[in-house]
């Protein structure tokens, strides 16, 4: 997967004074680096600067020639391959590297047939991407997994069809005053505005039988551009294949719920899996999709449910009626995650983790291996700096993960199967899962946003040659949609980091384990549609996105300062004013939520009682009026405001005790009682996490973040509390309200005795 997500501030939400820096300072090249004494700072910057200088372009290329050469998705010979090829570099590299295996559920296609059979002309989709003759890896057609979503349930299902838009929840509230069912039929959904599995999980929540997903052109198609081979875009008979497991309750393996797909490990019975789909699902291109929705009949659709193709798009259900069968083979498939080590120096019991996916659906050149090529740079980077004497403090683990591309399996197993060890020893997870031209991706734990900008003001952007950081806030200044927003990003000292979501490696770090992580990226300025299809491969990348891999270059530049900065650190580099000053604003955007969601119940019961809606609709057209609701209850998030309000205190004694420590060039930096705050700060996101979980979601552990379980790849704030009010489960938003605000108590405990313990190092 590869999820390109922008930040957006929400609209209305006013800044807080405490929020416009404490730091306002201009950064310079010479300026003390955040968690250093002004000596060891000295030190760094010296050897972060040789390792930006290591990363070469002709490296980058060479390896995604070879590992994009072939198909290799899990399970196939290359995918094995390749991770024996990785294994060989990092250990050439200098790395302590080995390769760690699970066995994990993973079906492949066995049957699969979409035909229109009453409502038009006889029609069979053809469920194959051609072969473009100059585009040689096209043709590698033996090799090639057909076009297919993973995990979808067998099934051999016929209905009348139903077009229900991106197939998300309001989608089927629209459907609902058109007085649409779509019961016993088969939902044919868009792609996107949420993850693919949201589609089928919706679909059959109201009764449908079967789902096909197709590649509109106006989202990914024609209407971006000229599509391939002249151009970028996707063609006609392009297919997104992907998984489409039910990721609401936990991700990973089916069959090895929240542990780890090892050898011995005990298994789910394959009927019991739980993260199946409901009803059989299968993607199909435009081409495919065009005459089955050109047989649809009923209502026109409204005008912004109408996508790029030269027809009128209507609802139905019917006449078209479609068969469709899926059946896969339902085989156990090997994982190979590489795993190669520098061992710290004096802190080798603090692990600093960087990672990106290695398999792909085809050929993959663009996701995973643009980014996984940088993670290669980034780790001989390291291993050059070794024999020049460079000595990390803490260890260096890099990750090469399997299964990605099914649902984080390799990740998530082998996070999985080391839990303990990783909550006792992980400082940070950074991951990475592709790679293009344009600004800086900066997402993550927001403990992490003062270092993750720091890192960002030391990169330069190789197109306008100002500073990665520089080039982000500038651009966010243009996208700013209102005054307020433009003025934070102008004065705020520190861009905020977007919340992680759920579409790749750093899924099982932060969300399962509790271990703060980054997300890092470049993006932005290419576009196209090759998106998990035959066409992501090195003809494609090295014709249409970064193909002389400057970008490849600042990203194994970032990465790797990144990686060294918390390696090195005296003090580790968290910090919690910004913290702070984020949680507050998700805070304030819940409530406003829970407000909003008030005003519209109570609105909608007026439109109702004065019969709005009846009398705007035309009676010659269905029109259903909603149901009067009953109006929510004002809840208490006294408890949460509260607690928001402790973290603050709590993160500005902490800011007072690191300037404090800060002062006379950060001698105390050397003191060994920072062994103990830094004991403290590595805890600090596990303390955002509970046992248990998210209601019903008990794989999700963190309580601040969590992919949303109808949006998928989007993260939500405070889920526990956001999801109860968006079901409408006001008691349980209450319930969780108080949860999240003991969590977030405990969390500025912590904060505050890491405050008076570094304190006590500055005296
Ligand atoms: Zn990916």
Not at 133 to 160: C, F, H, K, M
Not at 624 to 638: G, M, R, W
Request: hydrophobic share 35%; net charge negative; proline share 6%.
């Amino acid at each position: 997967m590869n999820t390109t997500m922008r930040r957006v501030l929400p609209a209305g939400v006013l800044l807080a004074a405490a929020s416009l820096a404490p730091l306002n300072a201009h950064m310079t090249a010479e300026e003390t680096l955040y968690g250093y004494s002004a000596e060891s700072s000295r030190i760094e910057r010296q050897w972060e600067e040789k390792m930006r200088a290591i990363p070469d372009a002709k490296n980058l290329r060479a390896y995604m020639e070879r590992l994009s050469a072939r198909p290799h998705n899990v399970g196939s010979d290359y995918d094995r391959d390749n991770a024996e090829w990785i294994l060989a570099k990092f250990k050439e590299f200098g790395l302590d590297a080995h390769i760690e295996t699970f066995s994990v559920l993973f079906p492949t296609p066995k049957e699969r047939l979409v035909e229109l059979v009453e409502g038009g002309p006889h029609f069979t989709a053809k469920l194959q991407e051609p072969v473009v003759t100059e585009d040689r890896t096209s043709g590698q057609t033996e090799e090639q997994l057909p076009t297919y979503n993973a995990y979808s349930i067998d099934g051999n299902v016929t209905g009348p069809l139903v077009y229900v838009n991106y197939g998300v929840p309001e989608d089927y509230d629209v459907l609902e005053r058109h007085g649409i069912s779509v019961k016993g039929a088969i939902v044919i959904a868009r792609y996107g505005h949420s993850w693919r599995g949201i589609k089928p999980l919706v679909g059959a929540e109201h009764g449908a039988v079967g789902c096909l997903i197709y590649s509109d052109p106006r989202d990914d198609g024609y209407s971006g551009g000229p599509v391939f081979p002249k151009g970028p875009w996707r063609p006609r008979d392009g297919v997104q294949r992907g998984s489409v497991q039910d990721s609401a309750v936990f991700m990973g393996d089916p069959l090895t719920p929240g542990y780890g797909a090892t050898a011995d490990a005990k298994r789910v019975p394959l009927k019991e899996a739980q993260s199946l789909t409901k009803i059989p699902v299968l993607p199909i291109s435009y081409a495919d999709a065009q005459p089955l929705l050109e047989a649809i009949g009923g209502p026109a659709a409204p005008r912004d449910w109408r996508g790029g193709l030269p027809i009128t798009y209507r609802l139905g259900p019917g006449p078209a009626k479609v068969h469709l069968k899926v059946i896969s083979n339902w085989g156990m498939k090997m994982l190979y995650d590489v795993i190669g080590k520098i061992p710290g120096s004096s802190e080798p019991e603090q692990w600093i983790l960087r990672g990106n996916h290695h398999d792909a659906w085809v050929n993959g050149a663009e996701d995973p291996v643009s980014g996984m090529v940088t993670v290669l740079e980034e780790a001989r980077s390291m291993g050059e700096l070794l024999k020049q004497g460079w000595k990390p403090k803490r260890t260096i683990i890099y990750c090469a993960w399997d299964g990605e591309e099914p649902g984080l399996l390799g990740s998530t197993e082998w996070v999985e199967t080391h839990v303990d060890e990783l909550r006792a020893h992980a400082v940070m997870y950074v991951n990475s899962d592709s790679n293009s031209r344009g600004f800086l991706e900066l997402e993550g734990s927001h403990t992490l946003e003062h270092f993750m900008n720091d890192v960002a003001r030391d990169i330069q952007d190789p197109e306008t040659k100002l500073s990665a950081w520089k080039r982000a806030q500038l651009r966010e200044i243009a996208n700013a949609t209102s005054s307020e927003e433009r003025r934070e990003l102008r004065e705020r000292h520190d861009l905020r980091l977007d919340m992680l979501g759920g579409g790749s490696d750093h899924a099982p770090f932060i969300n399962f384990a509790g271990i703060a992580s980054l997300g890092i990226g470049y993006g932005g300025e290419d576009h196209g549609g090759i998106y998990h299809s035959i066409y992501d491969d090195f003809y494609w990348y090295t014709h249409f996105s970064d193909y002389d891999f400057v970008y490849g270059r600042a990203l194994s530049q970032t990465g790797g300062t990144a990686v060294m900065r918390m390696a090195d650190a005296d003090l580790l580099p968290f910090q919690f004013t910004d913290f702070a000053d984020d949680v507050k604003l998700y805070l304030r955007e819940v409530e406003k939520f829970a407000n909003q969601q008030r005003d519209e119940i109570q609105e909608r019961n007026t439109k109702i009682l004065e019969g709005t809606f009846e009398a705007s609709a035309d009676p010659r057209e269905t029109w259903v009026t909603p149901k009067k609701e009953e109006l929510p209850p004002h809840l208490n998030f006294a408890p949460l405001d509260n607690a928001v309000e402790a973290v603050t205190r709590s993160a500005s004694d902490y800011q007072k005790a690191f300037e404090r420590a800060n002062a006379n060039g950060g001698a105390a930096f050397s003191s060994v009682l920072l062994r103990d705050v830094n004991e403290l700060l590595m805890q600090s996101e596990r303390k955002l996490t509970t046992p248990e979980g998210l209601p019903g979601r008990f794989w999700y552990k963190h309580q601040l973040y969590a992919p949303g379980a109808y949006t998928g790849y989007a993260a939500k704030a405070i889920p526990a509390v956001r999801e109860s009010l968006e079901q409408k489960k006001w008691k349980e938003a209450e319930q969780a309200a108080a949860r999240v605000a003991q969590v977030l108590e405990n969390e500025a405990a912590l904060i505050a005795d890491a405050a008076g313990k570094l304190s006590a190092a500055a005296k």
